[in-house]
């Protein structure tokens, strides 16, 4: 009895190779049951057994070559159905062409570039820069050389001995200042520096100065003046001094007339140079408390103090009559004061304006000619 062999497939699908190995190992199988076959198959679990011998084909088997298929094209089944566009939707890639023809084609350096698009590019480029020039031109003017940012007013803030008068007369020159005909008087041409030094050339004794510019055409000046203690005179050099006896910066004739602080003479007629120490502060204090005490107490003014050495131990004085007086810094200057007013009033009242000097260097005495 020829029996065939089949397996049931309770757990899903087996593979086409391993059907067709059992089944090949089924045939060469003789199952035999009591001598006789029967025609009714056998049930064993999992599988069946018939006794039946099995039909012939009715026609050929076409025998397929899966891997012809697999070469020419994957079978129809397994095909990616593509829909088809629809109005509004992007591109589709080709379901024949694969991932790394598309990146070759990428790499491969075609450029979507065209050289007939050089021209208009060429046209954008120009307009642009034209556009940029009339900016930067339209620009420049509006600051450099329209009248809305020229300077109308310079104000001094504060209360100085500089006047109104002095700051306009000292920036004057910058504000008519011209260049090839192109005039200076701007707010963002004239330099700070240059306003500076014309105001500090016009006055001495400023210190330092402050420019703030309020646009669109004031510029205000803070300025910060010198403490000065006396005038310093030696020989055609005036300049002025500062409470420590050093020249804090130069001076002319007229702050001789102007200045309310005490003359110094140097009759050693030696030069100095700002920040150099032209006299010692004990000189300046001695000459103030002199200055006072004359003030309080005798009826003649001080015109100026002589000093025949910059750093010794007398001083001078010339009254406005014309009289030398000289004192010593070795002794008190009140005492001095007190001994000359003494001998002025009870002696030399009457004949004061004709004598040379009066010396009160010697303690209690008093020598005249």
């Not at 034209?130 to 050389?145: E, K, R």
């Not at 200076?184 to 001495?204: H, I, K, Q």
């Not at 005798?298 to 000289?326: C, D, N, W, Y």
Request: a positive charge; hydrophobic letters at 40%; aromatic letters at 8%.
């Amino acid at each position: 009895m020829d029996l065939r062999f089949t397996q049931n497939n309770r757990s899903g699908s087996r593979s086409r190779s391993s059907r067709k190995s059992a089944l090949s190992r089924s045939s060469k199988k003789r199952v035999r049951f009591g001598g006789k076959s029967s025609g009714s198959p056998v049930k064993i679990k999992g599988f069946s057994f018939s006794s039946s011998k099995p039909k012939a084909p009715t026609r050929a088997a076409k025998v397929v070559d899966l891997r012809k298929v697999v070469r020419n094209g994957a079978p129809a089944s397994a095909r990616r159905v593509i829909p088809k566009r629809r109005p509004g939707q992007g591109v589709l890639r080709s379901a024949g062409r694969s991932q790394s023809s598309r990146r070759a084609a990428r790499s491969s350096g075609k450029s979507r570039f065209s050289l007939a698009s050089l021209p208009s590019l060429k046209l954008r480029a120009g307009a642009l820069s034209a556009l940029l020039v009339i900016l930067v031109g339209g620009l420049s003017y509006g600051l450099f050389f329209s009248s809305f940012f020229r300077v109308e007013r310079v104000v001094l803030r504060g209360q100085h001995r500089m006047s109104q008068a002095e700051l306009r007369l000292a920036t004057a020159p910058l504000l008519e200042r011209t260049v090839l005909g192109v005039p200076l008087n701007n707010m963002f041409l004239l330099s700070d520096t240059a306003l500076e030094e014309a105001v500090r050339e016009a006055n001495p004794r400023v210190s330092d100065v402050v420019i703030t510019r309020k646009y669109p055409n004031v510029i205000a000046f803070d300025v910060a003046e010198r403490n000065i203690a006396a005038v310093w005179v030696s020989g055609d050099q005036i300049v002025f001094l500062d409470a420590q006896g050093r020249v804090c910066c130069d001076a002319s004739v007229d702050a001789l007339l102007e200045e309310q602080v005490p003359q110094l003479i140097d009759l050693s007629v030696r030069r100095v140079a700002v920040g150099d120490e032209a006299t010692l502060p004990r000189h300046l204090n001695y000459a103030n408390q002199l200055q006072d005490l004359f003030d309080r107490t005798l009826p003649m003014q001080i015109a100026r103090f002589e000093l025949p050495s910059a750093k010794g131990p007398e001083i001078h004085v010339i009254t406005a009559e014309g009289v030398k007086l000289l004192f010593s810094l070795e002794l008190p200057a009140e005492q001095q004061v007190k001994i000359f007013e003494t001998v002025f009033r009870e002696e030399i009242q009457d004949q004061y304006e004709s004598l040379q000097y009066v010396d009160l260097r010697v303690d209690g005495y008093a020598y005249y000619q």
